[in-house]
């Protein structure tokens, strides 16, 4: 149980341990021994000596205390001695700060401040005690300060600029520090006032911003961690925002990633090598361009990295251009066999480049040493070179030298040696130069010298030939002349038949046309038509003339329009069909299908071009065909090239003459000029012709196996396509069987009628198109169209359609006769036979397909017996739905006709009457004045060659008289004045147009129309 020990502690327990020696482990504890009770007492002694020294312990601080409170008086005396040490010590330590410090109580009256106030105000220092801040301060400042002050007796720590007159200073920024003064409660009693003139600062970091503005470089300090403490950045595509955005971010977060990851590295670099490294990087900016920079690097003291970045794009620019500027030299040095050298007096080293090696035949890697240089000239020249090697180190001049060299593979060659010494401080530090290979040069100047010498030897003799030419020029400029005159007379003589065949040709002909529109016998319809043929034949071959003349003179022009060529091509077909009828030749057009038919051209000149060719192909084919094929070579969104072949089976031209075929005056041989007549002029203009329209013109043939003659011509596409004017059915995959024995017109049908969809099986045998127009209808896939040529060896076409209707199997396929006679009464046979179409060859792609559309219609409509489908029934369906124009009102207009031939008068009157109009006549011009000034006339017709007064004296006195309704009157000329320049020359007098002689009776109606209103 407890007990109070001797030293008055409270003693729980007693642990004794087990004894060995003295008893057993196991036995329980019995009486105590001596030594027990020994060991007990040494415990209890400690113990009381333990209390005895607390006690004394206790008793001295006792008598301390009460020392204390005796002498507490003293110690408050000898605080307040150090309290005022203290506080002079504040004042010393705070009279030499430059700050302005003070303290301010909670009434914000001053009652401390240090010597820098008493500086600034001028006031001594108790001046300052016990005033407001407002009274030191003045109101403008304390108005800055006041949010301030507040927070400092609120306890807070503030920190602000002000920039305000401040004492004496009239003008300061100040960075100011409030520091709240705590008492021992913890409550505010005031705060210290911390002001700090930084008015230098500021302006010293002005000077450095600008400086930091002027600079191209960009200025970066990043912390070991890599977060951005300061920076001024000149490019903003580094950052990803402001300068004072990014300060506090990491260098990944403040830079875009091109920088970032650059810069890391570098510092990562810098960290690793201890100094300054270089970095560079590409950042693309918004322009999609790619803008380069070096980035140094460097660690600092602190164990942060200062960054420079500086754009060096322009730099790069500019590098690589020289390396390019440098390896073109280098090349053009190659090419030109030019080196570089240089020679180092001080040293005795000599450097060459590797081309100077190249003309030496060394190795890339020799470099020799001067002396070893001068052995590989001949030693004459060796000297001269070391002597102004000499010159150039000692009196400093510069030398140019051409030397003959012998190679180190012994090559003899010349080389131009030039050196230009340099230095500094009077003194040559090095020669430099070019070292040039100018063998080919030197050969060259001996083969002038050669040269020079043989022409001077020939210049004795050109002197002989140029007194023997100067004689033959005089003879020369008397022969131009009279060529000359000879060419203006061929003009007029040409000027002069034209109009003189061409007067009585327009009565000629003009009377042929009346008589066709009169009442005649057959036999006198045939004088009269063959009169007419020999008379455009005849016109043809003047024409031929005139335009050869005009294109001779370079006075041929060619009029782009708006036309269709398949018309145009047509056209001339149409007008040649009956030659080729006449003779039994098969026409084939084959106008391919992919070629485009609108273009911009003169289809004038065009038709000119077809008509000699195909013209020369009928006369000089007997038998076989002519095949007319029109294809595009090449097209684009706005050109094309068109080539158009005439191949025949005629007579053929061998080489020689296809060589002189195209001249002018000019046939295969004089035998063929009397077999088949001509001028020789058609393939002469039409050269010319396709020559200016900017394209080509040629020949293949063989004798005995026909010719193709081709031409090529760039065509502007027309964008204002011609439309169908047929509706196309459905009929994609329809069978059509096409039976001809003639291979070429059989290929061309295939490929018209397979580009409108159709399927197409053709045969060259009837008796085989018969048969498998059987089995196809047996199988149940009958064709739906048959296309049968009407002369063919086996069965003809006529026969052919008797089989096939006779036969029910076949029977209901629709037949068309395609045929090349095209006689009276054919097409009424052609129908007893069976046929539902007749067409005449060559037929028209746009016909054929017009006829199928019909066809078609009929049956899909359950209408089969409807009349025969010609090519007039295409042309009324047209007239039906619109195509065509109305006819043509008759002319009611009064007409002046200055014409003084009597059978000219006598045709263009009844022209004239034809269409309606009303007219009167002047047998030259004094007759046409004076008639104009008694009557109205809505149009005046004038020939150019009259007697007494010509037509442009007239048209000139017309245009001059006052009346302006009779000056102004529509004036035609209509002459036979058809020579290059005669329009121009109408037009200049005053004619508001022109008409050539023969006169068309539809061009005269069109130049009628175009000057005078029509009536119905």
Excluded at 855 to 874: K, M, Q, Y
């Amino acid at each position: 149980m407890p007990f109070a020990s001797p030293v008055g502690l409270t003693v729980i327990g007693l642990f004794v341990g087990p004894t060995r020696g003295f008893s057993q482990p196991d036995e329980p504890l019995s009486q105590p021994s001596a030594f027990g009770w020994g060991i007990l007492a040494l415990i209890l002694l400690v113990l009381f000596l333990l209390a005895l020294g607390y006690g004394i312990v206790r008793a001295r601080q006792a008598a301390r205390l009460s020392c204390r409170l005796n002498e507490s008086e003293d110690e408050k005396k000898k605080l307040g001695e150090k309290l005022k040490q203290e506080n002079r010590r504040f004042d010393l330590m705070s009279d030499s700060l430059p700050a302005l410090v003070g303290y301010i109580d909670k009434e914000e009256r001053y009652r401390q401040n240090n010597a820098t106030y008493v500086a600034w105000y001028g006031h001594p220092r108790d001046w300052f005690c016990g005033k407001t801040m407002r009274e030191v301060m003045g109101q403008a400042a304390y108005s800055i300060a006041e949010p301030y002050i507040r927070k400092a007796l609120e306890g807070e720590v503030v920190e602000f600029q002000l920039e305000s007159a401040i004492g004496s200073v009239d003008h300061a920024f100040m960075n100011v520090t409030y520091i709240p003064h705590r008492s021992e409660t913890d409550e505010v009693e005031g705060f210290y006032s911390l002001v700090q003139d930084v008015t230098e600062s500021r302006k010293q970091d002005a000077r450095v911003s600008g400086v930091l503005e002027a600079i191209p470089d960009s200025l970066f300090e990043v912390t070991d961690s890599g977060v951005l403490v300061n920076c001024h950045a000149n490019k903003s595509q580094l950052l990803r925002g402001s300068a004072e955005q990014m300060i506090g971010s990491h260098v990944k977060d403040a830079f875009h990633p091109a920088s970032s990851g650059a810069i890391l590295r570098g510092m990562e670099e810098a960290r690793f090598k201890g100094r300054l490294v270089t970095i560079e990087f590409q950042v693309t900016a918004a322009a999609e361009t790619k803008q380069t920079f070096e980035g140094r690097i460097a660690p600092t003291e602190t164990g942060a990295f200062l960054v420079i970045v500086r754009e060096i794009t322009d730099r790069k620019i500019a590098e690589e251009n020289l390396r390019q500027s440098q390896e073109l030299l280098k090349q053009t040095g190659e090419m030109a066999q030019v080196g570089g050298w240089e020679y180092n007096p001080a040293t005795s080293h000599l450097t060459w480049s590797d081309q100077v090696n190249r003309i030496h035949e060394l190795p890339s890697t020799y470099l020799p040493t001067l002396e070893e240089s001068f052995a590989f000239f001949p030693a004459d020249s060796a000297s001269v070179i070391r002597e102004h090697m000499a010159h150039a180190v000692e009196r400093k001049e510069g030398f140019d030298l051409e030397l003959p060299l012998t190679t180190s593979k012994g090559s003899e060659r010349w080389v131009r040696v030039i050196g230009r010494p340099t230095g500094q401080n009077g003194k040559v530090t090095k020669v430099s130069g070019s070292f040039q290979d100018i063998t080919n040069r030197k050969l060259a100047e001996q083969k002038v010298m050669e040269a020079r010498l043989e022409a001077e030897e020939q210049a004795a003799k050109l002197r002989a030939y140029t007194r023997e030419l100067a004689s033959k020029n005089d003879e020369l400029q008397k022969a131009r002349e009279e060529a000359e005159a000879g060419t203006r007379a061929k003009s007029e003589f040409l000027a002069s038949m034209s109009h003189e065949i061409r007067t009585p040709m327009n009565g000629v002909l003009g009377m042929a046309r009346l008589l066709l529109d009169s009442e005649l016998t057959s036999e006198q319809k045939e004088y009269v038509q063959t009169i007419q043929t020999s008379g455009d034949v005849l016109l043809g071959i003047i024409n031929d003339i005139l335009d050869f003349s005009k294109i001779e003179a370079g006075k041929l022009d060619i009029e782009p329009i708006p036309f269709d060529l398949q018309v145009a091509l047509d056209e001339v077909v149409d007008l040649l069909q009956t030659r080729v009828h006449e003779k039994g030749l098969e026409l084939v057009v084959d106008y391919k299908p992919s070629t485009p038919t609108q273009f911009i051209g003169d289809p004038g000149r065009i038709r000119q071009i077809l008509m000699n060719l195909i013209n020369n192909a009928i006369k000089f084919t007997h038998e076989g065909y002519i095949l007319i094929e029109v294809e595009c070579l090449h097209q684009d969104e706005t050109d094309s090239r068109i080539k158009i072949a005439i191949e025949d089976t005629g007579i053929g031209i061998d080489e020689e003459a296809q060589r002189k075929l195209f001249q002018s005056f000019s046939q295969a041989d004089a035998s063929t000029t009397r077999r088949y007549g001509g001028t020789g002029l058609g393939l002469a203009i039409s050269k010319k012709l396709v020559e200016l329209m900017d394209g080509e013109i040629s020949v293949e043939s063989e004798i005995g196996n026909g010719s193709t003659f081709w031409f090529a011509l760039p065509l502007p596409l027309c964008k204002e396509s011609s439309s169908e004017t047929t509706q196309i059915p459905e009929w994609r995959g329809e069978p059509v069987l096409i039976i001809d024995d003639h291979p070429v017109n059989l290929k061309v049908l295939e490929s018209q009628v397979a580009s409108w969809g159709f399927q197409v099986e053709s045969y060259l045998s009837a008796s085989e198109g018969i048969e498998a127009l059987a089995k196809r209808s047996h199988e149940g896939h009958p064709y739906r169209f048959v296309l049968l040529d009407d002369r063919m060896p086996d069965i003809d076409g006529m026969e052919s359609a008797k089989r096939i209707k006779a036969n029910p199997e076949i029977a209901d396929s629709q037949l068309v006769l395609l045929t090349s006679s095209g006689q009276r009464g054919e097409a009424r046979v052609s129908q007893e036979h069976g046929f539902e179409a007749y067409l005449v060859k060559p037929v028209r792609p746009n016909t054929l397909r017009d006829t199928l559309a019909i066809l078609w219609n009929r049956r899909t409509a359950g209408d089969d017996h409807r009349p025969l489908v010609t090519r007039h029934t295409i042309a009324e369906s047209k007239v039906a739905v619109g195509e065509q124009p109305n006819p043509k009102e008759s002319l009611t207009v009064c007409i002046l006709l200055a014409e003084d031939n009597k059978i000219n008068q006598k045709v263009a009157v009844r022209m004239l009457e034809k269409l309606g109009c009303k007219v009167d006549v002047a047998g030259n011009g004094v007759e046409a004045l004076e008639m104009v000034q008694q009557f109205n006339y809505d149009l005046i017709l004038m020939d150019c060659q009259m007697p007494e007064l010509d037509g442009y004296q007239a048209t000139a006195e017309i245009r001059r008289l006052p009346d302006k309704r009779i000056s102004g009157i529509p004036i035609v000329a209509m002459t036979a004045n058809a020579m290059e320049g005669d329009r121009e020359k109408c037009l200049s007098a005053g004619m508001d147009d022109y008409l050539s002689k023969p006169v068309n009776a539809d061009d005269l109606e069109e130049k009628i129309r175009n000057y005078a209103k029509a009536t119905v």
